[in-house]
């Protein structure tokens, strides 16, 4: 147990239907991360929110609607999606100042678009 | 910009046997790296991390990583392989300096490297 929590825990959804993910930590964390995990390709970061701005988005297509609301929550909006989305999507918390911090990751999401 | 590289996709070992994965990173300044270790259908969990000091860092689980700077590298070691320890094996490089004042620090993973250990 990191700290991080993401639900669900698996998704599937059709190609028009809407549906959120959701990340929480409550480890006093200022910066959440989201990222996608593809088989057989590195981790790609899609969105960094630090004391609930964004301060990163990866080129990521619109379809896809990040949210924080406060420190310790983070959504993605998901729409519209394409097969090829399917993925693990992976939250991760970290404190953004000092220099011995680290990455918490969630157990993920996994999504299947149909 | 920032790359990390696991150049074995897949190592197979068996149990009791030392393992060492490989990883090499690109970076222009001080990097800090970090071992993550992914079980199946779970997220990520950090194994070590080296930001300054000693080269040879200790982590959880018995695995340690030795930052070599003259070769760019960061491996990953361990004596005596448990089957528990299969699973996939994550290597990333994070900036060493923020931009500004209170910046989230940003990884870059590499591809990563499958264990798989033999009775």
């Known amino acids: 147990e990191t700290g991080v929590t993401q639900t669900p825990r698996h998704l599937v959804m059709g190609m028009t239907n809407k549906k959120s993910l959701k990340c929480e930590q409550h480890?006093?964390?200022?910066?959440m991360y989201w990222y996608k995990q593809s088989a057989k390709k590195p981790l790609e970061l899609m969105f960094v929110?630090?004391?609930?701005?964004?301060?990163e988005n990866n080129s990521v297509p619109s379809r896809f609607s990040p949210e924080c609301p406060n420190s310790s929550h983070l959504f993605l909006h998901l729409h519209t999606l394409q097969p090829e989305d399917s993925a693990l999507y992976l939250c991760?918390?970290?404190?953004?100042?000092?220099?011995?911090?680290?990455?918490?990751f969630g157990q993920g999401t996994r999504l299947t678009v149909v | 910009a920032q790359s990390v590289t696991q150049p074995d996709i897949h190592i197979t070992v068996s149990e009791g046997a030392s393992l060492e994965l490989r990883c090499n990173y690109s970076?222009?300044?001080?990097?800090?790296l970090f071992w993550y270790v992914q079980s199946p259908g779970q997220g990520l969990q950090l194994l070590l991390k080296?930001?300054?000091?000693?080269?040879l860092v200790q982590g959880i689980k018995g695995f340690e990583a030795e930052f070599k700077r003259s070769q760019s590298s960061f491996n990953l070691r361990k004596p005596s392989v448990h089957w528990s320890d299969a699973a996939e094996y994550f290597c990333a490089v994070g900036p060493a300096s923020f931009i500004s004042s209170g910046s989230a620090r940003q990884l870059t993973f590499g591809s990563g490297t499958q264990l798989t250990v033999l009775p």
């Open positions: 080296y930001f300054s000091g000693d080269t």
């Open positions: 929110y630090n004391f609930k701005e964004q301060t």
């Open positions: 480890l006093g964390h200022n910066a």
């Open positions: 970076y222009g300044a001080t990097p800090y």
């Open positions: 991760a918390s970290s404190q953004g100042q000092g220099m011995n911090t680290e990455a918490f």
